[in-house]
T-cell receptor, first 111, second 115 residues
Framework: DAKTTQPNSMESNEEEPVHLPCNHSTISGTDYIHWYRQLPSQGPEYVIHGLTSNVNNRMASLAIAEDRKSSTLILHRATLRDAAVYYCILRPSGGYQKVTFGIGTKLQVIP | DTGVSQDPRHKITKRGQNVTFRCDPISEHNRLYWYRQTLGQGPEFLTYFQNEAQLEKSRLLSDRFSAERPKGSFSTLEIQRTEQGDSAMYLC?????????????FGPGTRLTVL
């Protein structure tokens, strides 16, 4: 399985942008990059995904490096409700179903 | 609420007892996943169903663990002869569509405590 590496924790001030990095140097050409987050005492929830181009949705933006060996999840204005563990995972195409979550990045938002 | 539901939300049992958890996926989803999560760790894949067929099992799933998805709807995860190391949050997720781009919808989890 291609692996991802994320910082264990990050802090952000409320209403400031947050950039959460993820390294995936062994990514293959057909792996999609997905981000999920897990709020306290809840199951994970989908945030965003992409392949090569940068992606935007109502929750966040995903910036993917040109060589695809890293990506950054961008929360444009952090709120207290964004305090969660953020997971960067790779989803291979071609029928292989296993999903591997790492430890993720615990984001603390300071009021 | 038409999300993924899990029952029970909490289960406390004594070592050696059997436990069974249930997951009701979103109705139109044909794929269902089970994960286990311990404190401070990300979810670990246990097993996966496409409709009623169990297509992938993790090596984490010892002989004491069994999962079913009869009729391709709800799923059950049974743990026999529970051990203290089985204490964890058990998460269920459902999805459909292309594997590489699908969105997994997670339930709230069942927290198991083995005394």
């Amino acid at each position: 399985d291609a692996k991802t590496t994320q910082p264990n924790s990050m802090e952000s001030n409320e209403e400031e942008p947050v950039h959460l990095p993820c390294n995936h140097s062994t990514i293959s050409g057909t792996d999609y990059i997905h981000w999920y987050r897990q709020l306290p005492s809840q199951g994970p929830e989908y945030v965003i995904h992409g392949l090569t181009s940068n992606v935007n949705n109502r929750m966040a933006s995903l910036a993917i490096a040109e060589d695809r060996k890293s990506s950054t999840l961008i929360l444009h204005r952090a709120t207290l409700r964004d305090a969660a563990v953020y997971y960067c995972i790779l989803r291979p195409s071609g029928g292989y179903q296993k999903v591997t979550f790492g430890i993720g990045t615990k984001l603390q938002v300071i009021p | 609420d038409t999300g993924v539901s899990q029952d029970p939300r909490h289960k406390i049992t004594k070592r050696g007892q059997n436990v069974t958890f249930r997951c009701d996926p979103i109705s139109e989803h044909n794929r269902l996943y089970w994960y286990r999560q311990t404190l401070g760790q990300g979810p670990e894949f246990l097993t996966y169903f496409q409709n009623e067929a169990q297509l992938e099992k993790s090596r984490l799933l010892s002989d004491r663990f069994s999962a079913e998805r009869p009729k391709g709807s709800f799923s059950t995860l049974e743990i026999q002869r529970t051990e203290q190391g089985d204490s964890a949050m058990y998460l269920c997720a459902s999805t459909s569509g292309e594997v590489s781009t699908d969105t997994q919808y997670f339930g709230p989890g069942t927290r198991l405590t083995v005394l």
